[in-house]
């Protein structure tokens, strides 16, 4: 009977461990777990119009921050990435998505600074793009360690699995390439072991 979260939102929704759950467009009838379950549940709020997360100690995790609900996807073997539109375009036209990764034990590992970024959904080491559009790469801990691709102003850098940043998103590109990555910057590339 104690109010661990006292009343303070526009709209809450159940607390869940599998973050599949609180997609929009999630199905009960034809759902089938995916990803790995976070350790403390978490829930989707909604204050003064804009969306954030709790967790079951009603610890905002991510605070009101994006006009649209957030969106989650698996980016290693223990984290995820957090996304939400940010209302700005690119010079290319495509929706920001600001991103930050949550840990399974549901803390958040960087702030929302970055602007977009992919995960390998199938194992192949390349990423699908997200849902606005975006066509950039990344890839899972199973291909480069546990290092994950990420995209500031359209300059791509490289941040660990524990939001440690170890390039400063300053390249035109980075890819998976046979023994490490292959990092571009204008014409010039090498490849980092």
């Not at 890839?139 to 490289?158: F, I």
């Not at 939001?163 to 090498?190: H, R």
């Amino acid at each position: 009977g104690t109010i661990v979260v006292p009343p303070q939102f526009d709209e809450a929704y159940p607390f869940v461990r599998q973050l599949e759950m609180l997609s929009p467009y999630f199905n009960p009838e034809h759902f089938q777990p995916r990803w790995p379950e976070v350790r403390q549940p978490v829930a989707l709020v909604k204050k003064d119009s804009l969306w954030g997360l709790l967790d079951a100690h009603g610890k905002v995790l991510v605070p009101a921050v994006g006009r649209e609900r957030l969106t989650f996807a698996q980016a290693g073997k223990d984290v995820f990435w957090v996304r939400y539109d940010a209302g700005e375009r690119t010079p290319h036209h495509d929706h920001v998505l600001k991103t930050a990764l949550l840990s399974l034990d549901g803390t958040l590992l960087t702030p929302f600074i970055y602007d977009h970024s992919s995960y390998d959904d199938d194992g192949d080491g390349w990423g699908e793009g997200d849902t606005y559009g975006h066509s950039s790469f990344g890839w899972s801990h199973q291909v480069v360690a546990e290092y994950l691709a990420v995209c500031k102003g359209e300059r791509w850098g490289m941040i660990s699995v524990h939001g440690e940043e170890i390039i400063p998103p300053v390249w035109g590109s980075i890819t998976p390439g046979a023994n490490g990555v292959a990092i571009t910057y204008s014409y010039d590339s090498l490849t980092l072991e």
